[in-house]
């Protein structure tokens, strides 16, 4: 089974670090993603946009409707994804199980029922 891991953090206390604190965060992730990467069950991984990039779409009237934003709001959003095949013991390798706390980062584990690749 695959696993689809967001990765959280808080907005606002990430926006209130320096440059330089930022690039340090960075580089305390380095070897939880080597670890990570290590486990042989790591798929894919990405980083995402800021939030306010972010549009979605949702019906109205029977026409899909482009809106700005997050989906949902909130000062912790997701900013990095994993696609793993071991849920929790991978998961938890991942630097936003193990570092950041005063940014408010986290790991949201999801089983995804239906898995398919293309090209």
């Given at each position: 089974m695959k696993y689809l891991c967001l990765c959280y953090y808080d907005t606002g206390a990430f926006a209130g670090l320096t440059a330089n604190a930022q690039q340090a965060t960075g580089e305390a992730c380095q070897p939880h993603d080597t670890a990570l990467k290590a486990t042989g069950q790591l798929?894919?991984?990405?980083?995402?946009?800021?939030?306010?990039?972010?549009?979605?779409f949702v019906l109205k009237d029977g026409k899909p409707v482009l809106s700005k934003g997050p989906y949902l709001s909130g000062n912790r959003q997701a900013r990095a994804f994993l696609l793993i095949e071991a849920a929790q013991r991978v998961a938890s390798r991942h630097a936003a199980a193990n570092f950041g706390e005063h940014?408010?980062?986290?790991?949201?584990?999801?089983?995804?029922?239906?898995?398919?690749?293309?090209?």
């Open positions: 798929f894919a991984q990405g980083s995402m946009s800021l939030p306010e990039s972010w549009v979605y940014l408010g980062f986290a790991v949201e584990v999801r089983a995804c029922e239906m898995f398919e690749t293309f090209g």
